[in-house]
């Protein structure tokens, strides 16, 4: 049995597009031999926000646990399955009583990892400092689980450097999402942190952060109002894979990822009458995958006041 677990993380998928191209990277001989799955899907529903159907759509591909960001709540069905999902989190710094959570603890063969999801706040909205919940969150899961994974989803860079210094040693990956372009700065932290600013999207190749040209062209450049849809066209998967000591908590290695589609033919289980307003993606039933799914722990994950 390996003494390292594998990790394979993908940043913010951004519409069909995204959702595609997940699908076809994660069926494909690219995709990496990993014990655990994890993508940040706050974008999936048309570019803001998720549905049910994309959650299945998600969990059938083989993905183990879906973290979000502050285009989570976009849609308000979310409301109506966000606690049904014990693999599904929101930012953990949403005020206490919002729906869902922010922190869970998965079981993936012999390990236990805890999944942390934060929102940063310097041009974004002022909700609870990330960096004194992460003290409470980690001081919590770290007598549940050995290896701590932290999504950090968050608007500027120095935020999310800090972040990482900050939880340098006392987690095992911090990773930077929500900018959606790749940055080329991942590296082991000096006390075992696994570090990258951010992972980049899973969007078209020829977009705007997975938008539409035309409507950021009329916003930014004509300075006039206008609908931000999502770009059409090829489109790539990008994230990291990391490989984690089980018995330490340690990052091992931190390895870029990015994969680009061939063509814009659906995956298997899309429907080519699939209606992109609503951002349902037609799927197989929940479950149908081809292994077994993360288990969450049923014990509870974060502190009474932690949400």
Do not use: W
Not at 19 to 43: G, Y
Not at 184 to 194: Q, S, Y
Not at 245 to 252: E, N, R, S, Y
Request: net charge negative; glycine share 8%; aromatic share 6%.
């Amino acid at each position: 049995m390996s003494s390292t677990l594998s990790i394979l993380f993908l940043g913010d998928v951004v519409g069909r597009p995204g959702r595609r191209v997940v699908s076809k990277f994660l069926a494909s001989a690219q995709r990496p031999k990993t014990d655990l799955t994890i993508v940040n899907v706050e974008n999936s529903a048309h570019g803001f926000g998720l549905t049910e159907q994309n959650l299945k759509e998600f969990v059938d591909a083989g993905i183990d646990v879906l973290t979000g960001g502050n285009h989570t709540f976009d849609r308000k069905e979310l409301f109506n399955f966000i606690d049904k999902y014990p693999n599904l989190l929101r930012p953990a710094n949403y005020p206490e009583g919002t729906p869902g959570k922010g922190c869970g603890v998965f079981t993936i063969g012999d390990t236990k990892v805890a999944v942390i999801n934060l929102l940063g706040r310097v041009f974004m909205e002022p909700l609870r400092s990330p960096f004194a919940l992460a003290d409470e969150l980690v001081e919590h899961v770290r007598h549940h689980a050995s290896v701590i994974f932290v999504d950090f989803h968050a608007e500027a860079t120095a935020e999310k450097v800090t972040m990482g210094r900050y939880l340098d040693g006392r987690v095992s990956v911090v990773v930077g999402t929500h900018t959606h372009i790749q940055t080329a700065d991942e590296r082991i932290l000096p006390n075992g942190t696994a570090y990258i600013t951010d992972v980049g999207c899973c969007a078209p190749v020829d977009s705007i952060i997975g938008m539409d040209y035309a409507a950021v062209h009329r916003r930014l450049i004509e300075q006039l109002p206008a609908k931000f849809e999502v770009a059409s066209g090829r489109a790539q998967a990008c994230g990291v894979v990391v490989k984690v000591d089980k018995k330490t908590g340690k990052a091992v290695s931190i390895e870029r990822v990015r994969f680009e589609e061939q063509d814009e033919s659906p995956a298997h289980h899309e429907h080519s009458d699939e209606t992109e307003h609503d951002g349902d993606a037609k799927s197989d039933k929940l479950g149908s995958g081809r292994r077994e799914p993360a288990k969450a722990e049923k014990s509870p994950t974060t502190p009474e006041k932690a949400r």
